[in-house]
């Protein structure tokens, strides 16, 4: 009897695990074969930009060009990405009227808008709780069993993380010291490609969240619903 209490849970988990990921991802909802392309060439254009600074640091280039080329790059990324985003909103006002209220108008946004995307799956997982199969569980237990598997691919995927940046702070800083008497020329050199590697490490932090930590973030959110779908039920 208990092993078939334990089965039917597991069954249900993944019924829901599998609405979430499939059915109601930011892909499914809002997201089309141009704006796709638009998102790819974005990410692809960011990748060029990281890796200019390595390779001009790797050559002993010399000269500004590296730091115009990083901007240069770095500002195409982001407007690809805001026209890519601009896109998927036009899309998702036509697809899902009734949550237009939520959906942002603004041309310039580089975010998708969660407040439209979390209201649509609330009321799709409202939906499937609705159904006779899902009538005897207690939403409080999801609520525990995903926000326990979020934690443990945490802990396992984002420690190597933190200690390579703790690796590499230690040679940037040399790097600094060894170039910062250099005159004011290479002084200025140093301040604005300061400012973007700034720039690309917060770039390369979201990457890194988006692929490593990508179904822990998932689970979170999925957490988030299933909190606000037992308030609601």
């Not at 974005?42 to 600074?53: E, G, H, N, W």
């Not at 200690?163 to 140093?190: A, H």
Request: glycine letters at 2%.
């Amino acid at each position: 009897m208990s092993q078939s209490l334990t089965v039917d849970f597991l069954l249900k988990t993944k019924k829901v695990e599998q609405k979430f990921v499939k059915d109601l991802s930011i892909y499914k909802i809002m997201i089309d074969l141009k704006t796709l392309l638009l998102l790819i060439a974005s990410s692809l254009t960011v990748v060029v930009a990281l890796i200019i600074p390595f390779y001009a640091l790797y050559t002993n280039v010399t000269g500004n060009w590296p730091v115009w080329s990083c901007l240069a790059s770095s500002l195409l990324g982001l407007l690809l990405l805001q026209i890519s985003v601009w896109f998927s909103h036009s899309l998702a006002r036509k697809k899902y009227p009734k949550y237009n209220s939520f959906i942002s108008n603004q041309k310039i946004n580089i975010n998708y808008d969660y407040d439209f995307i979390f209201a649509y799956r609330c009321d799709e997982m409202l939906e499937l709780f609705n159904t006779p199969i899902f009538q005897n569980i207690e939403i409080d237990d999801l609520i525990d069993f995903f926000s326990k598997k979020s934690v443990n691919i945490k802990i396992k995927r984002w420690d190597p993380v933190t200690l390579t940046g703790l690796i590499l702070f230690p040679l940037w800083s040399e790097f600094i010291g060894n170039n910062i008497g250099q005159g004011w020329d290479m002084k200025l050199f140093l301040l604005l490609l300061s400012l973007v590697v700034a720039y690309l490490l917060i770039m390369l932090h979201s990457f890194l969240r988006t692929t490593l930590l990508s179904k822990s973030i998932k689970y979170d959110e999925l957490v988030n619903i299933l909190s606000t779908v037992k308030n609601l039920s």
